[in-house]
């Protein structure tokens, strides 16, 4: 049985079916927030972070891209108030962009989130 370490935390390794139940967990999440809330709603796009950065920690980066894409076209989408998170799941793509070694496109998503950071400001 293969085992991962969060090694940012510092904690226990974790057994690959622990990975497969947090992942069914969110997948979960998902659909529980897209059936009370709607597909186009912070809930959801919060649920698919959550999902995407587990894809991120398992380095499984296509997976990790396209639900950070999803939940930056929901905060998009939601326009004024989310700029924030908006940036915030930009650079998280753009981390999953660069562990692909596509960094040109990272560059420009990461340029986009620090335009809106800075627009905030």
Not at 7 to 30: G, H
Not at 65 to 78: D, S
């Amino acid at each position: 049985m293969r085992l991962v370490r969060n090694a940012a935390r510092n904690e226990a390794p974790v057994k690959s079916n622990d990975i497969l139940r947090m992942e069914a967990t969110l997948r979960a999440a998902v659909r529980t927030a897209r059936r009370s809330f709607g597909s186009e709603h912070v809930g959801v796009a919060l649920c698919l972070i959550q999902l995407a950065d587990l894809y991120q920690h398992e380095q499984r980066f296509v997976e990790a891209e396209v639900v950070y894409r999803q939940a930056a076209e929901i905060y998009e989408t939601l326009g004024i108030g989310h700029e924030l998170l908006l940036a915030i799941a930009l650079r998280s793509l753009a981390l999953t962009l660069c562990a692909q070694q596509r960094h040109a496109e990272a560059a420009a998503v990461s340029a986009k989130a620090t335009r809106l950071i800075l627009e905030f400001q």
